[in-house]
């Protein structure tokens, strides 16, 4: 089993703003999670959550 070491990051609103806006530029989530050490369904609910 592997052990997470990263650090959280912290959740801001401009972080999560910036985040959904990445992912529908470039329509690819997963790419997105990574570049900021976040999961990947993570940021699938906030660019769902925001289509709403």
Do not use: F, G
Request: one cysteine or more; glycine letters at 0%; a positive charge.
């Amino acid at each position: 089993m592997a052990i997470n070491t990263k650090a959280p990051v912290p959740m801001t609103p401009t972080l999560k703003a910036q985040c959904i806006q990445e992912a529908l530029y470039c329509r690819h989530a997963a790419a997105v999670a990574r570049r900021h050490h976040l999961s990947p369904d993570q940021v699938r609910r906030w660019v769902r959550a925001a289509s709403r």
